[in-house]
């Protein structure tokens, strides 16, 4: 019996992971609205403050475009790359980047955009998933 509630465990959280996904691919559609984004900017604030790297007064309460903020991102991560590996990893933790992705990036000829986007959009689904899962307002 206790496998069974363990195999059914296993297939949930299966389910609950393809949804997800499902999920983040529509991300896209949420940066048309000004309040998703000003949320997701918020975000990046939030976790990249931990590392001491901090956006402009405007990044918080302006709506940027995906492009305009990636090159902000890349700004803070050509920063933080300055201070070791080990800070970008903890950085990377913090906004939950899998290691295995940072690495295939690594590889990429333009790297700091591509971990930029990966961050972006890890930054943006824990925004959606607060607002599709809760009464995320703040």
Same mark, same amino acid.
């Given at each position: 019996m206790r496998l069974a509630v363990e195999y059914i465990e296993i297939i949930a959280n299966c389910l609950i992971h393809m949804e997800d996904l499902k999920s983040y691919a529509e991300l896209k559609n949420y940066f048309n609205n000004e309040v998703f984004v000003l949320k997701t900017q918020q975000q990046i604030i939030k976790d990249f403050a931990k590392f001491n790297l901090f956006f402009s007064d405007?990044?918080?309460? @302006?709506?940027?475009?995906k492009e305009e903020i990636e090159i902000q991102i890349a700004d803070q991560l050509a920063d933080i790359m300055k201070q070791g590996e080990t800070r970008l990893m903890q950085l990377l933790?913090?906004? @939950?980047?899998?290691?295995?992705?940072?690495?295939?990036?690594?590889?990429q000829p333009n790297f700091l955009q591509e971990l930029s986007h990966k961050i972006l959009y890890r930054e943006a689904y824990k925004v959606y998933l607060r607002m599709k899962f809760s009464s995320y307002t703040d």
């Open positions: 405007s990044f918080e309460i @302006d709506p940027f475009s933790y913090t906004i @939950d980047v899998a290691e295995k992705d940072f690495l295939h990036l690594t590889t």
